[in-house]
């Protein structure tokens, strides 16, 4: 049981990209969710996180560099988390990963998550 990024592939500059991440077993419903991403030898960190309750979400975070440019969203009903990429530039090159927390508390902590995938790599030309 595990999560499935894909939507990856080069940009140039500008672009947008849209990464789905669809999971099996349900193990996004009652959980916090989130996006990681790992650039070319660094460390994996945090793109944004999407705390949740019911049916809804009660948080969502991004870092700075993620903030209003990238959005995410989720569809419980199809097990699937996105994250919408917009004026993309170099500095976002990196392989992006999804993950369900262990809660429906998100945290900006790799420890805090669970059913990671393999990950997509995104490419932004200059």
């Known amino acids: 049981v595990q999560s499935a990024e894909s939507g990856g592939g080069l940009v140039p500059a500008g672009g947008a990209l849209r990464l789905p991440c669809a999971a099996s077993?349900?193990?996004?419903?009652?959980?916090?969710v989130a996006w990681f991403r790992r650039g070319t030898g660094k460390e994996r960190d945090l793109v944004s996180f999407m705390s949740w309750s019911g049916s809804e979400p009660t948080f969502i975070r991004y870092t700075d560099s993620a903030k209003g440019r990238f959005t995410i969203s989720r569809y419980n009903s199809q097990n699937t988390v996105y994250l919408q990429m917009n004026r993309l530039n170099p500095d976002d090159t990196a392989v992006y990963y999804c993950a369900a927390a262990l809660r429906d508390v998100g945290s900006s902590r790799e420890v805090d998550y669970r059913n990671w995938g393999q990950g997509t790599q995104i490419t932004v030309s200059s």
């Open positions: 077993g349900g193990i996004f419903s009652d959980y916090a």
